[in-house]
């Protein structure tokens, strides 16, 4: 099984629609990336959470780390064909924080958004 | 622009090939890293280097070598190469410490026929 997992698997929505995926750990996450990726390229950082009950955003995406620290959200208000691809989030989960760089991801949300 | 470029981008060899995929940043970041990517699997940790001389074993290592001679490149090698190592493989890079972005390159797409 996956350290991260990541729902849903895959997501289709209609263009002006909210939606949200999420990134669930049972261990605390030191460190959560957001990486947007698009077929055949490589991955586009979008936001990075460290704290307990964070929340950034970047125009229309919106990232939380809960307060426990054991899962993040990222939700994309007003969807448009744009947003579409893969969304991945990876984190430094080793106790501590102690990865210094070395990720772990989860398997990666395919968003398809319809004009 | 500080950049990190992978070559080739696309590749097609035989069973039993030795394969070196190239990594080239210009960010002079300590960190670096191999990933490789399945569908079903994100991506997996194959091999990672915090400097010069340092090479670390990652997730998913065996059949796999790096060499870090210089601060700019990290090459990944396939000693002999497998139909199972048939995947697209990104390299990344980071500034030294936990907080710091990794950058990726674009990818190489290794087929092993």
């Known amino acids: 099984s996956q350290e991260l997992e990541q729902s849903p698997q895959s997501l289709i929505v209609q263009e002006g629609k909210n939606l949200t995926i999420n990134c669930t750990s049972s261990?605390?996450?030191?460190?959560l990336y957001w990486y947007k990726q698009k077929y055949g390229e490589g991955l586009i950082f979008l936001m990075m959470l460290q704290k307990g009950g964070e929340e950034k955003s970047h125009e229309k995406i919106t990232a939380k780390l809960d307060e426990k620290k054991q899962q993040s959200s990222l939700h994309i208000t007003a969807s448009q064909p744009s947003h579409a691809g893969i969304y991945l989030c990876?984190?430094?989960?080793?106790?501590?924080?102690?990865?210094?760089?070395?990720?772990?991801f989860g398997q990666g949300t395919i968003l398809t958004v319809h004009p | 622009d500080a950049e990190i470029t992978q070559s080739p981008r696309h590749k097609i060899t035989e069973t039993g090939r030795q394969v070196t995929l190239a990594c080239h940043q210009t960010w002079n970041h300590n960190n670096m890293f191999w990933y490789r990517q399945d569908l079903g699997h994100g991506l997996r940790l194959i091999h990672y280097?915090?400097?010069?001389?340092?090479?670390n074993k990652g997730e998913v290592s065996d059949g796999y070598s790096v060499s870090r001679s210089n601060t700019e490149d990290l090459p990944l090698t396939l000693e002999s190469a497998a139909s199972s190592q048939t995947s697209v493989y990104f390299c990344a890079s980071s500034a030294w410490g936990t907080n710091d972005e990794q950058y990726f390159g674009p990818g190489t797409r290794l087929t092993v026929t």
């Open positions: 261990k605390t996450l030191y460190g």
């Open positions: 280097s915090y400097g010069v001389h340092d090479t």
């Open positions: 990876g984190a430094d989960i080793n106790a501590g924080g102690t990865s210094y760089g070395k990720l772990t």
